[in-house]
């Protein structure tokens, strides 16, 4: 870890303190029709950073959170707090992470170094997916393409703001909630939308 890393890790709870008063409001928006998909979820697939493909349909019956991560960012400590809720809820919930270096070059390593770090410093267990881009425009991770375009989940075109923007998407395959960087894993309205109807 190097010493910016170190001291983003020390600082990360004074951040989100000082997000929690700053902000206008939780940056939460969820579907409220409950809109089904135009293209099936369990079309995707993505490859870890270890060269295997994740085909999603493998993942259907389960929650699962897709966020955008970066190595040197001050919200990566969401990385902890991704682990205990992976850990939490593992029985019912599928976490992915896509490291991305979209924002101001905060993931420069390679797939190798960024698996060596999340394990090394948070313990990871969870889904890594090779570095991809995940801002709109192109070379665009087709999981992220979805995720932002209501022409193909149904109802969002919510992008990525900036890293650990957080996606979730239910047992059948409907993208039901986005969470801002700024919203913990461990908040209150992500555990509520978790554990909802969880088995």
């Known amino acids: ?54 085909d999603f349909k493998e993942l259907k019956g389960k929650k699962i959170v897709i966020v ?12 902890a707090q991704l682990e205990s809720l992976y850990k939490q809820y593992r029985n019912s919930l599928v976490v992915i992470a896509f490291p991305s270096n979209d924002f101001q070059n905060q993931e420069t390593a390679d797939d190798s170094a960024i698996g060596e770090f999340c394990r090394i410093n948070y313990g990871i267990s969870f889904t890594v997916i090779k570095k ?49 960087p700024g919203i913990s894993p461990l908040d209150k309205d992500v555990i509520e939308a978790i554990s909802k109807n969880a088995g």
């Open 1 to 54: 870890m190097t010493t910016r890393q170190k001291l983003l890790k020390a600082f990360y709870p004074l951040l989100m303190a000082v997000n929690k008063l700053i902000s206008p409001g939780k940056w939460i928006q969820f579907n409220k029709k409950n809109a089904k998909p135009i293209i099936p979820f369990y079309t995707l697939s993505a490859e870890t950073i270890t060269g295997s493909i994740i």
């Open 68 to 79: 955008n991560t970066a190595s040197d960012c001050g919200f990566t400590g969401q990385y």
């Open 132 to 180: 991809s881009r995940v801002v709109k425009g192109a070379g665009q991770h087709p999981v992220f393409a979805w995720l932002g375009d209501a022409a193909q989940n149904g109802w969002n075109n919510q992008q990525p703001v900036w890293n650990f923007s957080k996606y979730l998407v239910n047992e059948e395959g409907i993208l039901t909630h986005y969470f801002a």
